[in-house]
């Protein structure tokens, strides 16, 4: 199956309303080209403008989902839509939304570990608690985000769920990219499966962004990067790949702590 990985450019002189509508215009533009399309986390308004979290937060159903729920119609494409601040209860959630390409929400997931340590998101929004996995046609994909990464209980979580690949929108900061290739590429390995890590560009509330979304297999091999600005990554993934990896090498099979 065909991936793009749109990394988009998180400008703080564009508004959100713009940046939603080219972003929408960026996924049709997939059609035909891409089964799946993956966009980064919190691209509306930048995953480091905190002072911006609750004046942008929407309803689940607010103007990002309907907005990302047509372009995947229009393209007829899985759409991992990034993720949004979402507002319920009073509480803030990092929550990222999945259409099919009918546009309907195949899933959501709201983010377990929260960046921060006791400052900025680890404050303002609430924790997630839920695993989630999504069934596409040729693959099972688990759901992560960002500061996810760093925490691979998450991630086997998500394999003894039946995940065969790893789609982790981020806001990565461009002082840890060296982190960023190596734990993407640690989570693919450890877990035989694809990882699928795009991420933002740009600077926004001061903070450069890394860039250099990356796919990667499940020996751990990279099949595409970007670059540190807008860019679109198109890559072919075969799923059968997952199954031949885990039976040629069942690393899986020997594990002997946290055994499901």
């Avoid at 009073?90 to 960046?115: M, Q, W």
């Avoid at 900025?120 to 693959?139: H, I």
Wanted: hydrophobic letters at 45%; aromatic letters at 8%; a negative charge.
């Amino acid at each position: 199956m065909r991936a793009s990985l749109i990394q988009i450019a998180v400008d703080p002189d564009e508004p959100v309303e713009d940046r939603r509508a080219r972003v929408a215009r960026l996924v049709r533009e997939e059609r035909g080209a891409a089964e799946l399309v993956v966009l980064p986390e919190l691209w509306p308004m930048g995953a480091f403008a905190y002072e911006a979290f609750a004046a942008e937060a929407e309803p689940l159903k607010g103007a990002t989902y309907q907005a990302m729920s047509a372009a995947a119609r229009d393209a007829e494409v899985w759409l991992h839509a990034g993720s949004i601040v979402e507002a319920v209860s009073g509480a803030l959630y990092n929550t990222s939304l999945v259409f099919s390409p009918d546009g309907e929400l195949a899933a959501s997931y709201r983010k377990i570990h929260r960046f921060g340590f006791d400052k900025g998101e680890a404050v303002l929004m609430a924790a997630g608690e839920d695993l989630v996995t999504v069934d596409l046609p040729k693959l099972t994909v688990g759901v992560a985000t960002c500061y996810d990464l760093r925490f691979p209980e998450l991630f086997r979580g998500l394999v003894d769920a039946g995940a065969q690949a790893f789609v982790v929108p981020a806001g990565w900061p461009a002082r840890r990219r060296a982190h960023w290739t190596l734990l993407a590429q640690a989570r693919a390995v450890e877990n035989q499966a694809y990882v699928l890590a795009c991420g933002t560009a740009g600077t926004h509330a001061g903070v450069e962004q890394a860039g250099h979304s990356i796919v990667v297999d499940p020996w751990g091999e990279v099949l595409a990067e970007a670059g540190p600005g807008e860019e679109i990554l198109r890559v072919d993934l075969d799923p059968a790949k997952v199954t031949t990896t885990r039976e040629q090498f069942p690393a899986l099979k020997d594990r002997v702590l946290g055994r499901p």
